[in-house]
């Protein structure tokens, strides 16, 4: 396990990528850019860090969207509320409706007047609206000048619709490996937990971000924060009499389902369950042994490639019976 002097130094580089979406943030709050594009894995901070930042400066003009939602009524709600910001979450039941893409292009680009003040008009026609009124009559328009913030698992799709959308916005990928995860953990555990009306304190953050973390490596899964929460509620269901079961079972019990089921991205970008992925990592570990002699290097080489640790490096070696 990380050192607390170790997991500090590497926090550094989760928190340079954190206030890189933050500033990207602030500049469409501000109004400096009609939107941004965010994505990554889950349980990395994405939400955390637009959404607290959104809270503070955006205020009442925030409007958070993480629920199903269909390009018309995308339309309905910005008709509604055009001078307001949107971040949208789990955007893939959006995009599955390609009438959406056009909406978010014409809402996010637009041709500037003489004044340099842009207009962004945003049209929605129906072939009812067409068949009954008349392309005119059964148009709708308005002029947004809100600003829109999408975050994602995954990338944005090349695909020529897309590409223009693309064109159109920042884009950032927040990526953090399992060490890192691993080192924000740990430097989370330094304060007190909240929830509801309970807290836990710094030093018990610590013993179950410990124990929490030993597990997750028994297992050699990747992480999310979120399993942290997770296991310090269970420690909290414990701590208040509410289980019998001692939390540390608890815990082991909640990373043995989710290493079971989880299923991740391999080392070549393809999705994998647990077995497939350590076969991959077997082949990435004989190539980097091929690579160098130094074994130094091999160990940098191994982070580098698979995000896992040196403790997981020398266990693969283990069990290749290297």
Request: one cysteine or more; charged letters at 30%; proline letters at 2%.
């Amino acid at each position: 396990m990380l050192s607390q002097t170790k997991a500090r130094e590497i926090f550094r580089g989760v928190q340079g990528q954190w206030e890189t979406t933050q500033e990207h943030t602030r500049a469409v709050i501000g109004r400096f850019h009609n939107g941004f594009y965010l994505w990554g894995e889950g349980g990395i901070g994405k939400s955390y860090q637009v959404l607290e930042l959104c809270k503070k400066l955006a205020g009442d003009r925030l409007k958070h969207l993480n629920t199903r939602l269909t390009a018309a009524g995308f339309f309905d709600l910005m008709s509604l509320f055009p001078d307001h910001l949107y971040v949208i979450e789990d955007v893939e039941t959006v995009f599955d409706d390609r009438k959406a893409w056009g909406l978010l292009r014409a809402a996010l680009w637009g041709q500037k007047d003489r004044q340099g003040v842009e207009q962004r008009l945003v049209t929605w026609t129906t072939a009812n609206d067409k068949k009954k009124y008349g392309i005119r009559a059964g148009s709708r328009q308005f002029n947004f000048t809100g600003q829109i913030i999408i975050i994602a698992n995954t990338r944005l799709v090349d695909q020529p619709e897309v590409r223009a959308l693309a064109d159109r916005i920042p884009q950032q990928e927040l990526c953090l490996t399992t060490i890192q995860i691993q080192a924000a953990m740990i430097e989370f555990s330094r304060r007190e937990w909240r929830h509801n009306c309970h807290v836990v304190t710094a030093r018990e953050c610590g013993k179950v971000t410990r124990f929490l973390i030993e597990e997750i490596e028994r297992q050699e899964m990747r992480i999310s924060l979120r399993v942290r929460e997770l296991a310090l509620a269970e420690y909290l269901a414990w701590r208040e009499g509410i289980t019998r079961q001692p939390w540390e079972t608890a815990v082991k019990i909640l990373v043995e389902e989710k290493a079971a089921m989880q299923e991740v991205d391999g080392i070549d970008g393809k999705k994998r369950g647990i077995k497939e992925r350590m076969l991959a990592e077997e082949q990435t570990l004989r190539e980097i042994l091929i690579e160098t002699p130094v074994w130094k290097e091999r160990v940098e080489l191994w982070t580098k490639r698979t995000g896992l640790s040196q403790r997981t490096f020398y266990r693969r070696m283990s069990t290749m019976g290297l």
